[in-house]
């Protein structure tokens, strides 16, 4: 390979603005992170493209994005940085190969995790589950990119050349569930008129939620008339959803299959209704991703091939096809 002439002019802040910038997307986001001026991030990266004579980012309508010469010296950038910072720790205190930090939702720990009960993932590893917050310092992608994380999980959509995607669900059946209280629990199906009538509950989970909205562009009425619905109750805790339903007159959208299990499985005493016939429901699907440069790789991608392989993520029916330019606004 032909040596650098400027290579002994690479300094550790070019590497660090570079692997910034790339992790999150944006020269101003990275300029925020590192506490400097969006000036000075443009700077640092015509520096470093200057004194590798190539063109290491493209500008994009979705931002910079890294070249193919990009990508690949910020992998060898990556792996210098990671062995500076370990530098910092006690051997002793550094994370197990067999631990694995998982970034979801209650979603997440509770319908999909119980799973991995009856394999022997759990018997190798150290899995270690947290809730992330979109007001949180970091985005997703930087989370694992610089290893906070190994795998993350939710509906959310990450686009990043180091981040690789995998398809765990397929949320596209969905139902009303009612508590003993509620004057519906004789109903197989609610009707248009009910669903707009009822207060409803509704969960919202900053994983299973929009990172760029607020609300989920859910489904799609026929009718005229869309009305609007009445909010009870708004938490992102499944578990409290479940159980203002299950003892008031309330009412919740959700998946069959996640509606079935706390049903069947959990044993909370409510009813499951269809949808009115005229409320077309588009799906949602439920993303896990992972870094590549990620140093538990192999585990991480063994973690993400089970949520696959289980029976819990056999699709029930075809999903329904989402017609553009839906009326209605809401939260799952």
């Given at each position: 390979?032909?040596?650098?002439?400027?290579?002994?002019?690479?300094?550790?802040?070019?590497?660090?603005?570079?692997?910034?910038?790339?992790?999150?997307?944006?020269?101003?986001?990275?300029?925020?992170?590192?506490?400097?001026?969006?000036?000075?991030?443009?700077?640092?990266?015509?520096?470093?493209?200057?004194?590798?004579?190539?063109?290491?980012?493209?500008?994009?309508?979705?931002?910079?994005?890294?070249?193919?010469?990009?990508?690949?010296?910020?992998?060898?950038?990556?792996?210098?940085?990671?062995?500076?910072?370990n530098t910092f720790y006690d051997k002793t205190y550094v994370q197990e190969s067999n631990e694995l930090t998982v970034l979801g939702s209650d979603i997440t720990e509770n319908y999909y995790f119980p799973a991995l009960l009856d394999t022997m993932?759990?018997?190798?590893?150290?899995?270690?589950?947290?809730?992330?917050?979109?007001?949180?310092?970091?985005?997703?992608?930087?989370?694992?990119?610089?290893?906070?994380?190994?795998?993350?999980?939710?509906?959310?959509?990450?686009?990043?050349?180091?981040?690789?995607?995998?398809?765990?669900?397929?949320?596209?059946?969905?139902?009303?569930?009612?508590?003993?209280?509620?004057?519906?629990?004789?109903?197989?199906?609610?009707?248009?008129?009910?669903?707009?009538?009822?207060?409803?509950?509704?969960?919202?989970?900053?994983?299973?939620?929009?990172f760029t909205a607020d609300t989920i562009d859910l489904f799609k009425v026929s009718t005229p008339y869309t009305g609007r619905r009445k909010i009870g109750y708004h938490s992102d805790s499944l578990f409290g959803i479940m159980g203002v339903v299950?003892?008031?007159?309330?009412?919740?959208?959700?998946?069959?299959?996640?509606?079935?299990?706390?049903?069947?499985?959990?044993?909370?005493?409510?009813?499951?209704?269809?949808?009115?016939?005229?409320?077309?429901?588009?799906?949602?699907?439920?993303?896990?991703?992972?870094?590549?440069?990620?140093?538990?790789?192999?585990?991480?991608?063994?973690?993400?091939?089970?949520?696959?392989?289980?029976?819990?993520?056999?699709?029930?029916?075809?999903?329904?096809?989402?017609?553009?330019?839906?009326?209605?606004?809401?939260?799952?």
């Amino acid at each position: 390979m032909r040596p650098i002439k400027n290579a002994k002019k690479i300094d550790y802040n070019l590497i660090k603005v570079f692997d910034m910038v790339i992790t999150e997307g944006n020269a101003t986001r990275a300029a925020r992170k590192l506490d400097v001026t969006p000036a000075a991030i443009s700077q640092a990266l015509l520096r470093l493209q200057s004194l590798y004579g190539e063109e290491l980012f493209i500008r994009t309508r979705q931002g910079l994005v890294p070249s193919s010469k990009g990508k690949s010296l910020h992998q060898v950038f990556r792996q210098a940085i990671e062995s500076i910072e370990n530098t910092f720790y006690d051997k002793t205190y550094v994370q197990e190969s067999n631990e694995l930090t998982v970034l979801g939702s209650d979603i997440t720990e509770n319908y999909y995790f119980p799973a991995l009960l009856d394999t022997m993932l759990l018997n190798r590893h150290v899995i270690k589950h947290y809730a992330i917050k979109k007001t949180g310092e970091y985005t997703p992608a930087s989370m694992l990119t610089h290893g906070y994380a190994d795998v993350v999980m939710g509906i959310l959509e990450i686009k990043n050349a180091m981040i690789e995607s995998y398809l765990i669900d397929n949320l596209s059946d969905f139902v009303c569930v009612c508590g003993e209280k509620s004057p519906l629990v004789g109903l197989e199906q609610i009707s248009l008129y009910n669903f707009y009538a009822a207060r409803h509950a509704v969960y919202h989970s900053d994983m299973f939620s929009s990172f760029t909205a607020d609300t989920i562009d859910l489904f799609k009425v026929s009718t005229p008339y869309t009305g609007r619905r009445k909010i009870g109750y708004h938490s992102d805790s499944l578990f409290g959803i479940m159980g203002v339903v299950e003892k008031s007159d309330m009412v919740a959208i959700l998946p069959r299959k996640i509606a079935a299990y706390f049903r069947d499985v959990r044993r909370y005493n409510i009813k499951i209704m269809r949808m009115p016939d005229e409320m077309t429901f588009r799906a949602l699907p439920v993303y896990a991703y992972l870094a590549t440069n990620s140093m538990s790789y192999k585990n991480a991608k063994n973690l993400i091939s089970t949520f696959q392989s289980i029976s819990l993520i056999k699709p029930e029916k075809e999903p329904d096809i989402f017609v553009k330019d839906s009326i209605s606004l809401c939260h799952l």
